[in-house]
């Protein structure tokens, strides 16, 4: 099994980011787009493994609460056009806490520095410096975890599992 953990988008989140597809092909940036269905923000990626049952056991020690992400720019990355969400505290909390309980468990994932993004299309013909995008935001309330399969020639992502944020507290008036 192939897997990684991840952030997966919104509705919303997905359609501006398919919109910054299609503003890179008008630009005359050529690649492949990634389907709107596989976009998401890598937490950690494990790669191959035996079986999901450790990391599901390390996921269950996590817990973390509520945050907005939201979109800043697009640009290309070696062959690739990333869609760059705006760098939070929340958003690297989260990654450093999946990455820990994914060590403290001993289960090995890249361990390159969390440079977070989204994948929008892959071998890419072009530059894009810096694209603004349509301000879009979304609350993420869970983590996923996700399994890669090739079928027909195509790569799809399915959730395999998931962690929902903590409740916040409720407010007394």
């Keep these: 099994m192939r897997l990684f953990i991840a952030l997966r988008l919104s509705e919303e989140m ?20 990634v389907p709107a269905d596989n976009m998401h923000v890598t937490l950690a990626f494990i790669g191959e493994t035996d079986s999901p049952q450790p990391v599901i056991s390390a996921l269950q ?4 609460r509520p945050f907005r992400l939201s979109l800043d720019t697009a640009f290309t990355v070696r062959d690739m ?31 390159k520095p ?4 989204i994948t929008l299309m892959r071998r890419v013909r072009g530059t894009v410096h810096l694209q603004p ?24 992502y399915r959730e ?4 929902n944020a903590a409740e916040m507290p409720k407010q007394h008036e």
Excluded: C, N
């Design 61 to 64: 020690s996590i817990t973390f």
């Design 160 to 163: 395999i599992y998931s962690v």
């Design 133 to 156: 995008v349509p301000e879009t935001e979304m609350t993420v309330t869970k983590i996923s975890l996700m399994q890669s399969v090739s079928s027909d020639g195509k790569t799809i």
């Design 114 to 117: 969390f440079r977070p993004h």
């Design 81 to 111: 056009l990333w869609l760059k969400p705006e760098s939070t505290p929340e958003l690297t909390q989260t990654a450093e806490s999946v990455r820990s309980a994914l060590s403290r468990a001993g289960i090995p994932y890249d361990r």
């Design 14 to 33: 997905i359609q501006s980011a398919v919109s910054a597809v299609q503003k890179a092909k008008e630009k005359g940036i050529g690649g492949k787009p």
